[in-house]
């Protein structure tokens, strides 16, 4: 097997199958990745979030070349952003990549390799423009004696809206009154409002789901709510 047979095979064989086993065998022990990471977990270590991320991502081979013990890949992967990659939420979206890569092959084991991609171009498709983000914000009011289920129920509520799509972040502000009741301001920011508008729908499949009445126990423990969709203020 040629070196660009070896390389050709990384990709096609190795990253879209899957195959990681094959990917220990093609790369060299003494390959250093991610961290310092060395050997096939090195290699892998930078793409096996990229998968999580992008689940159905294909990679394909524009040009392959090659002397010696050098072997150059242009390259470009297209996938459906379905989970959170690094500081980005899924986006459900269709996006394309593009790089080249630099391998270094000896006795048909990849041995060090240098990757150059197009990250300008992935933010621009993956980030949400600031004037489109939309936040939707609660302010709650919570008698002391029901504090303790309150901080149950907006924890589950928390934790399930972070693996919704078009979910950025979220923060939670509370102060008490002189009479030790709860006031508490929860800021969700989602891409924009049409993934407010799913996230609601999912949220009360879930509260189906669960058999779970939020207006009866919001009257049953006297909390009162106001809630708001907001955008950002943004002057030139």
Sequence with gaps: MTNKETVARLYTEGLNKRNWQLINELIAPEYEGVRGIKGGEGFSAAIIPLVKAFPDMQWRI???????????????????????????????????????ATFTVKDGRITEGQLQTDRQGF????????SEQTCLIDKFFIPADAKEEF???????????????GFIGDDAYTYFDDNDNLICVTVARWRNMDFINMAKEAVQAEYKRENFDMPAMLKRLNISIDRGVYRPF???
């Design 123 to 130: 933010v621009q498709q993956v980030a949400a423009p600031a």
């Design 234 to 236: 943004i002057t030139e």
């Design 151 to 165: 901080y149950e129920r907006m924890k589950i509520n928390r934790d399930f809206i972070k693996k919704l799509p």
């Design 62 to 100: 524009d040009d392959l070349f090659g002397e010696e013990d050098k072997v150059v890949i242009r390259f470009h992967w297209d996938g459906t952003h379905q989970d959170t990659f690094s500081v980005y939420p899924a986006t459900g979206k269709h996006i394309t990549n593009g790089g080249i």
